[in-house]
């Protein structure tokens, strides 16, 4: 732990101990920092207090009155901001921003800063008269507000015994409450980080978060329209203190290391101006270096049930919303993990849940709770498996039964034979196209005639990033590489092309959101006689094809050509 400021200037015979006694007594009558207190009594000066600084942590200064700062960087910080944390940007160097600061070891607002700005921040020192005679100078605002002591970087500069850890003590804004904790928790400093992490995935629009112990550092990853970006990587010490955070929040084990663990969360937090509910799940898994957690944000505002906006084309659309409106029958989803098949489902169920019509879903985990349906959690640990509980289903007088994953022979045997006695079920697979489907059903044990009378259809999917609507602008990619991914040569050569030049709305990427592809195989006369004869996947497809399906990569052009993504995107996630 570093020495405190008080201490330091004594060390270092700028002042005396009793001086330092009345300094403090004139910082608990006028408030303020330690070392503006000292500067206000004459007894030390600016140039005093930052040489200290930068000895103690090894940073380099600079006199900020004789540097010229460009107007253009100083935009890269808001007013409010630079008020608040008492900083000033002062040059960009590739994707490093040098912000002059008087507290280099506020970690929060190094994160904060690198958050807003997107570049790795790097600290100089400067005294704290010049650095609010610079914001005066720069922003052209009126004087800067005085930082109450315990404020942003309090800890560096208090002299008090109760201080804490350098770099863990600044005070920032409460956007989560997290369960019932008190104020004495709200105001821990882990319990901040870890409330700022979860603030900012949000604000972000992130779908998970990755929380990774490696050998020589911590590193926060957020997962925003399907890929991985490093946001932050807070100091190594703190990676036991923010999984047992995370672990407390979630009820789990926090005495438990060597296993791995999953649970569940609900905070209350401020979204675009109103307070609501965000469910989160929880993954604790044992690594080399520590445990990594993975947090899946289940937000419900952008949980997208209407079937319309999916991203099915007409005709797809058409068909499928066929196979459900069926009152037997099986409809597959497949895909791999993070392809949108909940999604789908859950726009299945609500397109049916009416008054007159039981619904009953099971879910390994149930990630979102829809009204007037019966979920039903899978624990498999205590026996309650997806065929333990399709059995129950069945004696529970349903119209339609959602079943999470088909995993197993067993599950698969029920299933079929559900779907055979006049209910509609819905379930999902983990494969890469319709047609295999069928082969997969067949390698788990079922009979291909029990696959031909009773799957009526299959849809495989996948998602891509939508361009930003805020930035996006003609492209012209090369003619040979359109008519390589599938496109005729009269079209590639007159297609209009898009892509997102970035902004800050898309956090510079050109993609805001994502949108799906469709591939559905509706089980017609001729495929179900090819089932019947033990056809291979390929031969599936060519019929399902020349019966007028879509493909996933058909279906990726259709999205370029409506411009909806790019060219890049569809060749990421689809084959020929």
């Known amino acids: 732990m570093a020495a405190k400021l008080g201490d330091l200037l004594v060390r270092e015979n700028l002042i005396t101990r009793q001086q330092l006694g009345k300094a403090l007594e004139y910082q608990r009558v ?4 330690l070392g503006y207190c000292l500067i206000q009594l004459g007894w030390v000066t600016g140039e005093d207090i930052s040489a200290i600084i930068c000895r103690q942590f090894g940073l380099p200064s600079i006199n900020l009155p004789f540097f010229e700062v460009d107007p253009s960087i100083v935009k890269l910080i808001p007013l409010e901001t630079a008020r608040k944390y008492q900083v000033l940007p002062l040059s960009r160097a590739g994707s490093t921003l040098t912000i002059a600061t008087i507290d280099p070891t506020d970690v929060f607002a190094m994160d904060d800063l690198q958050f807003m700005t997107g570049f790795t921040i790097e600290p100089v020192v400067v005294a704290e008269s010049a650095i609010r005679e610079a914001i005066h100078k720069y922003y052209g605002a009126g004087p800067t ?10 800890t560096v500069e208090s002299g008090q015994p109760a201080g804490s850890e350098p770099g863990m003590g600044s005070a920032t804004d409460r956007p989560i409450a997290p369960g019932n904790s008190g104020q004495a928790d709200e105001e821990a400093p882990v319990v901040k980080l ?4 979860l603030s900012s995935a949000l604000k972000q629009g992130a779908s998970d978060i990755h929380i990774e112990p490696y050998e020589q550092e911590l590193r926060v990853r957020f997962r925003i329209d ?10 190594l010490s703190l990676k036991d203190a923010v999984t047992s955070r995370i672990k407390i929040m979630a009820k789990l084990d926090i005495s438990e290391k060597r296993l791995p663990q999953d649970g569940r969360m609900k905070i209350r937090m401020k979204k675009e101006g109103r307070v609501g509910d965000l469910d989160l799940r929880v993954s604790v898994l044992p690594t080399l270096h520590g445990e990594k957690v993975v947090l899946r944000l289940l937000d419900r505002d952008r949980l997208m049930l209407d079937m319309t906006q999916l991203g099915f084309e007409p005709e797809t659309l058409r068909r499928f919303e066929s196979a459900i409106l069926k009152p037997y029958g099986m409809v597959l989803v497949t895909g791999p993990t993070g392809s949108g098949k909940t999604s789908t489902l859950y726009s299945s169920i609500t397109r049916l849940n009416r008054t007159d019509t039981n619904i009953l879903t099971a879910e390994d985990p149930v990630e979102f709770n829809l009204p007037g349906i019966n979920q039903v959690q899978v624990k498999e640990q205590i026996g309650l498996t997806f065929a333990t509980a399709l059995r129950a289903f069945l004696r529970q007088d349903p119209n339609i039964v959602l079943v999470g994953e088909v995993r197993d022979p067993e599950t698969a045997e029920i299933a079929i034979k559900a779907a055979l006695t006049g209910h509609l079920v819905l379930s999902t697979l983990h494969t890469n196209d319709a047609a295999s489907t069928v082969s997969r059903l067949t390698n788990m044990g079922v009979e291909p005639f029990l696959v031909a009378t009773s799957v009526h259809l299959i849809c495989a999917q996948r998602l891509v990033r939508r361009i930003c609507r805020q930035c996006k602008q003609a492209d012209d990619p090369p003619v040979e590489a359109l008519i390589e991914a599938g496109l005729a040569p009269s079209e590639a050569q007159e297609i209009l092309t898009y892509r997102g030049q970035g902004c800050d709305a898309c956090n510079h990427t050109g993609y805001k959101g994502r949108v799906g592809l469709f591939e559905v195989m509706e ?10 004869r033990g056809g291979s996947s390929a031969q599936l497809k060519q019929k399902a094809i020349q019966g007028g399906m879509i493909t996933l990569r058909a279906s990726g052009l259709q999205k370029i050509r409506d411009g909806l993504t790019t060219l890049e995107e569809v060749l990421r996630e689809t084959v020929k």
């Open 523 to 532: 089980i017609g006369d001729g495929l179900r006689e090819l089932i019947l």
């Open 145 to 154: 507000p005085e930082l109450k002591q315990g404020g942003a970087g309090a």
């Open 226 to 235: 399907g890929l991985l970006s490093t946001v932050m990587t807070p100091p």
């Open 194 to 197: 870890v409330n700022r992490i």
């Open 30 to 33: 006028h408030g303020g920092r």
